[in-house]
């Protein structure tokens, strides 16, 4: 399914598509991440196979995808990083059959030789999916909380998700890790959406 594919490199801190000589737009944006890592662009053939991952349980392309993840993360984060996947509610969990995000971040963290931990703890809500951009952006902060036990404080931290698109989502799960006292966080995804083209 991924026949064709390359990976592609995005900007260093919000993981958009860069335009060669031109500024990305981010410039003027302060994230509570220190590095966006990606696979490429939120288009087919990735965007199929993350689909199909997500809502018809496909674990052995959502393994294949957070192997290609693992083997980006290996060399730009620091030894001592720990692998913690963006949580999903329990209601969507049990529906879909699957926690993709957390496949992929188990995947990610052998291919990486790096541990995963599930730290974090996610409310009951509206998938982001459902959401236009600007409903995206109203995520509740005290959306997240830490797990109990969650041993995170003093550690560098690589946030796991599928897509990244307003960001929102990383944010208050960074947020969440920073105030629980970690070193650093850094974010990597599967595929980050296009940059809609400015007018």
Known sequence: MLAGFEQT???YWCGKEVVTYEKCACNERHAPWSRVIRLGNYEPPLSECILSGKYAAWDVGLEYLGAMLGHQIRGCVPPNSIL???????????????NHTKEL?????????M??????WRREGAPQASKTAS???KMKHNSMLMRPLAR?????????????TTGKTIEIASNTLRRAGVVSVR?????VTKMPKKR
């Open 135 to 137: 409903a995206r952006l």
């Open 115 to 120: 541990p995963m931990r599930c730290s974090l």
């Open 152 to 164: 995170v404080r003093g550690k560098n931290i690589v946030l796991i998700d599928d897509v990244l």
């Open 9 to 11: 490199d995005g900007c």
């Open 84 to 98: 913690v996947p963006v949580p999903m509610p329990l209601s969507r969990r049990f529906f879909r059959g699957i």
């Open 105 to 113: 971040a188990l995947h990610a963290s052998r291919a990486a030789r």
């Open 187 to 191: 974010v990597a995804v599967v595929a």
